[in-house]
Antibody, heavy 121, light 107 residues
Framework: QVQLQESGPGLVKPSQTLSLTCTVSGGSISSGGYYWSWIRQHPGKGLEWIGYIYYSGSTYYNPSLKSRVTISVDTSKNQFSLKLSSVTAADTAVYYC?????????????WGQGTLVTVSS | DIQMTQSPSSLSASVGDRVTITCRASQGISNYLAWFQQKPGKAPKSLIYAASSLQSGVPSKFSGSGSGTDFTLTISSLQPEDFATYYCQQYNSYPRTFGGGTKVEIK
């Protein structure tokens, strides 16, 4: 059973960089056939797709966030990470990591439990 | 971006009811449509991919249909554990986009 777990600071100051890591267990990031993605949900609102990374390092970012987002992968640790720079209060949200799977027609099959990040001084 | 519009935004139903939620894409997305269930304070759970295929372990009371721009999620007999918010998502093109959600409440 694949599990994803987000980790990182729950509080980030405005203008700083939000950094989160997703640790994958029960499967290898390097096995191919998966996109590893980040999705966020503003409090009481809907879902926003941030972007994804393939194990090879190729990425795709949401154009609305592209100038501030970096997603990276560390196959040796079976982790992938999100960095969002120059954050404001509008970036306060629950951040989820998730997996898109070839075997699910590239649909999302597994999600992490989510982590709340608050941007405040 | 492809806009995903869900209707209704909320509904009230009784245990045992058959419930149908609609999702419409602003342009054709073939069958690249997923459905998710989210309960308060929890992560979304994947229910359906490719418009009509059940994710592993999802009960058969959930079913999906549609292609192109119009899709539906049906719950055949609503149970207490099904009261939640449901989201559709298109993954035909980038960026992936979600519908605004349908909250299913107890009548």
């Amino acid at each position: 059973q694949v599990q994803l777990q987000e980790s990182g600071p729950g509080l980030v100051k405005p203008s700083q960089t939000l950094s989160l890591t997703c640790t994958v267990s029960g499967g290898s990031i390097s096995s191919g056939g998966y996109y590893w993605s980040w999705i966020r949900q503003h409090p009481g609102k809907g879902l926003e797709w941030i972007g994804y990374i393939y194990y090879s390092g190729s990425t795709y970012y949401n154009p609305s966030l592209k100038s501030r987002v970096t997603i990276s992968v560390d196959t040796s640790k079976n982790q992938f990470s999100l960095k969002l720079s120059s954050v404001t209060a509008a970036d306060t949200a629950v951040y989820y990591c998730a997996r898109e799977s070839y075997s699910s027609g590239w649909g999302t099959d597994y999600w992490g439990q989510g982590t709340l990040v608050t941007v405040s001084s | 971006d492809i806009q995903m519009t869900q209707s209704p935004s909320s509904l009230s139903a009784s245990v045992g009811d058959r419930v149908t939620i609609t999702c419409r894409a602003s342009q054709g997305i073939s069958n690249y449509l997923a459905w998710f269930q989210q309960k308060p304070g929890k992560a979304p759970k994947s229910l359906i991919y490719a418009a009509s295929s059940l994710q592993s372990g999802v009960p058969s009371k959930f079913s999906g249909s549609g292609s192109g721009t119009d899709f539906t999620l049906t719950i055949s007999s609503l149970q207490p554990e099904d009261f939640a918010t449901y989201y559709c998502q298109q993954y035909n093109s980038y960026p992936r986009t979600f519908g605004g959600g349908t909250k299913v409440e107890i009548k």
